[in-house]
């Protein structure tokens, strides 16, 4: 830790460096902005970043198991080394799908990362089924009304 010796880092940067430690790309962005206002938020980004590489790398070890390449970033789209399974077709003409998938040694999987919305029941929403302009506002609330009936009166009462 030449750079806390130096007085480059203090002692609180470098405890948050010592948690990349092995990776040099992290801690060479980190030294960059040590000593700003930049480093708690790209220290920050950079532990979500590990978070979502070793989900990724979770949700693709079953996918590994059975033979399957696992790619961590989808191919550029003029990559003739891996080729999205839309775009493949069958000898008859017809569009290529998952069951055409039967040797996993020639096919790759890549874990993505998807955000959807979710109702107060858990289930998934379309998100153009929200109305975005009553966010922030609380839920209307229900109301009992009543409406008054005309009494009926008692004969001689």
């Known amino acids: 830790m030449d750079a806390l010796a130096s007085g480059q880092l203090t002692l609180a940067e470098a405890v948050t460096l010592s948690e990349f430690d092995g990776d040099d790309e992290a801690i060479a962005e980190l030294v960059d902005v040590a000593g700003t206002d930049r480093f708690a938020h790209d220290a920050a980004r950079l532990r979500k ?22 790619l961590l970033e989808f191919p550029s789209w003029r990559s003739v080394e891996h080729i999205a399974l839309d ?52 839920p209307p609330q229900k109301t009992a009304t009543c409406t008054p009936t005309p009494s009926a009166r008692k004969a001689g009462g």
């Open 49 to 70: 970043d590990r978070e979502r590489k070793q989900a990724a790398l979770a949700a693709a070890q079953p996918y590994a198991e059975r033979g399957f390449t696992v």
């Open 87 to 138: 775009r493949l077709w069958t000898p008859d003409g017809r569009e290529a799908g998952e069951q055409h998938v039967t040797n996993p040694a020639h096919w790759a999987v890549v874990p993505y990362e998807e955000e959807v919305y979710l109702d107060a029941q858990g289930q998934v929403i379309d998100p153009d089924n929200i109305d975005w302009s009553t966010r922030g506002r609380p």
